[in-house]
């Protein structure tokens, strides 16, 4: 159980440009989920996959943004056209079964410059 | 539409003590609830759970307590130490109505005071 990895662990971007993120989870692990975090609040819902569905996405989710998880094993999260507001910690979780915990990876520290 | 509240954004409490953290819902349809510790430039590390068929569930110096009727939860920690300086956030789904997601409060900062 190597747990939850997440890469890169920062990026700086300028303004306007795409980025991806990568979220390798524990395997067997069947569902995958997307978090922000801003200074002072908590972890915000952003998507998630059960495999490789994607059952739900929030209101955060502009059209600029996007999440994939080919073959219901890794996940992406691509942010297109960056803006200021983006800036935050993207933290990805895996949970296997019902009534269980999250295991959260160690996030992404994305800045928008 | 903040449905886990944390109201109080930090405590302080001297080794040794108790610390109560405090966390409130708003949903009923939440069934499942958990606590994170959480240290800078880190992901939330799982603490403890509780299903709200409990009231009570305890691990080592961890305590969660569930009060429904009150839509209130509580994690103690007996005895604090200095490591358990972190932010501790709590957490709630609903699976038995299909919301999977966790949601989180905003947190709480404890400080343990050597």
């Known amino acids: 159980d190597t747990g939850v990895s997440q890469d890169p662990r920062h990026k700086i971007t300028k303004r306007g440009q795409n980025v991806t993120f990568r979220c390798d989870p524990i395997?067997?692990?069947?569902?995958l989920y997307w978090y922000r975090q801003t200074l002072g609040q908590g972890p915000e819902f952003l998507t998630y996959f059960q495999n490789e569905a994607q059952l739900e996405k929030s209101r955060l989710l502009s059209d600029r943004f996007s999440a994939e998880r080919p073959k219901g094993s890794f996940s992406t999260l691509e942010i297109q056209r960056t803006e200021q507001g983006d800036s935050a910690m993207y933290l990805c979780?895996?949970?296997?079964?019902?009534?269980?915990?999250?295991?959260f990876g160690q996030g992404t520290r994305l800045t928008v410059v | 539409d903040q449905q886990v509240k944390q109201n109080s954004p930090s405590l302080s409490v001297q080794e040794g003590r108790i610390s109560i953290l405090n966390c409130d819902y708003t949903n009923s349809m939440f069934d499942y609830f958990l606590w994170y510790k959480k240290y800078p430039a880190e992901g939330p590390t799982f603490l403890i759970s509780?299903?709200?068929?409990?009231d009570k569930n305890e691990d080592g110096r961890f305590t969660v307590f569930l009060n429904k009727s009150a839509k209130h939860l509580s994690l103690h920690i007996v005895p604090s130490q200095p490591g358990d300086s972190a932010v501790y956030f709590c957490a709630a789904s609903g699976t038995t109505s299909g919301t999977y997601k966790y949601i989180f409060g905003t947190g709480t900062r404890l400080k343990v005071l050597a």
């Open positions: 395997s067997e692990h069947n569902r």
């Open positions: 509780i299903s709200s068929i409990k």
């Open positions: 979780a895996s949970i296997r079964g019902l009534n269980t915990e999250a295991f």
